[in-house]
Nanobody, 125 residues
Framework: QVQLVESGGGLVQAGGSLRLSCAAS????????MAWFRQAPGKERELVAAINWSGTSTNYADFGKGRFTISRDNAKNTVYLQMNSLKPEDTAVYYC??????????????????WGQGTQVTVSS
């Protein structure tokens, strides 16, 4: 079955950086769009960034533009999220997701059918 395993979360001071990784297995990784979502306590899960199958097309939530970068390495079956200039409001559990179908850069939560367990990111002020 499809497995997504995130790593790289942790505690960081405001203005710092983190790099999240998500290792995928169980399906042909390079055929599908991937994304990062996040969920803060009491809030709905929201898109952070999405990337198409080849890494040539990306989409970002407004809060991430200019600070976050999504990338993928199809040879390693891994997707990354580089987060710079972190703010306390970025504190959340970050989830990696793989699209149900489709290889383009998909942005709707419902388009993703496979999820990792999540990794906590905490940004202190």
């Amino acid at each position: 079955q499809v497995q997504l395993v995130e790593s790289g979360g942790g505690l960081v001071q405001a203005g710092g950086s983190l790099r999240l990784s998500c290792a995928a297995s169980g399906r042909t990784f390079s055929m599908y769009a991937m994304a990062w979502f996040r969920q803060a306590p009491g809030k709905e899960r929201e898109l952070v960034a999405a990337i198409n199958w080849s890494g040539t097309s990306t989409n970002y939530a407004d809060f991430g533009k200019g600070r976050f970068t999504i990338s993928r390495d199809n040879a390693k079956n891994t997707v990354y999220l580089q987060m710079n200039s972190l703010k306390p409001e970025d504190t959340a559990v970050y989830y990696c997701a793989s699209a149900r179908y489709g290889s383009s850069s998909l942005t709707a939560l419902s388009q993703y059918g496979y999820w990792g367990q999540g990794t906590q990111v905490t940004v202190s002020s």
